[in-house]
């Protein structure tokens, strides 16, 4: 399973008698790698458990694969129970934001993955979570709402630790930042988010 997310899917893991074990994520997805998963893979493995993180599927064919391989469940774990209008909304503003955004790396849809943009991520360039956040600050003090979607990845937390190395999870909780994309957002104010995210942009610089 991922730990970059929230640490509800590991707790029912362990509450169902088993022991999550963590695998890194794909940096344009940020669902579990497929390579990585199958690394991860020992015979105690029971299952695996996919998570189609902020609306983006994971790759289910090829993790399908490696379940099938090893006799493993696979278990899916959504969480979008929203209408397929609110979809088509949220699918519209992010077209939206993508076409004008270029402060910031915006989400990446793999073919045929789908994305129903529970949360629109993006990534700050610059020098990892102090950029980030900065950039955040500012945002809030315009007015404009954003949040870290993932503050610290489940392997981290104290419940959880695990001494990993899990390095496309940790450069994505440290660059990572959700904007407003919901369903009834006006068009007006994502121009203000494009706007503001675009205005600072260049301030930022990756380190040499």
């Known amino acids: ?10 707790e029912a893991v362990r ?10 994520i794909d940096a344009a997805s940020f669902c579990l790698d497929p390579a990585a998963t199958a690394d991860a893979v020992t015979p ?9 993180q902020f609306g983006h599927r994971a ?15 696979l ?9 397929a209008a609110d979809i088509l909304r949220r699918q519209s503003n992010a077209a939206f934001l993508s076409a004008r955004l270029n402060g910031v790396i915006t989400p990446r849809v793999a073919p045929g993955a789908g994305h129903t943009y529970q ?19 500012v ?10 979607p993932v503050q610290t990845p489940v392997h981290r937390m104290p419940s959880f ?35 503001a995210c675009n205005a600072l942009g260049g301030l930022l610089l990756p380190a040499l």
């Open 44 to 52: 105690r493995t029971a299952a695996i458990v996919p998570v189609h």
């Open 139 to 148: 945002l809030r003090n315009k007015g404009i709402p954003c949040r870290v």
């Open 1 to 10: 399973m991922p730990s970059f997310g929230s640490a509800d899917v590991a």
């Open 75 to 83: 278990v899916e774990h959504e969480e979008d129970g929203s209408t």
């Open 59 to 73: 790759d289910m064919a090829r993790i399908g694969e490696t379940a099938r391989q090893h006799g493993l469940l």
């Open 15 to 24: 509450s169902a008698g088993g022991t999550p074990v963590f695998a890194d």
């Open 161 to 195: 630790r695990r001494d990993l190395r899990l390095p496309e999870t940790e450069r994505a909780a440290d660059e990572c930042l959700s904007l407003p994309v919901e369903a009834g957002l006006p068009r007006r104010n994502l121009q203000r988010v494009a706007s």
């Open 119 to 137: 949360q629109y991520v993006v990534r700050i360039p610059g020098n990892g979570r102090p950029d980030r956040d900065a950039f955040a600050l």
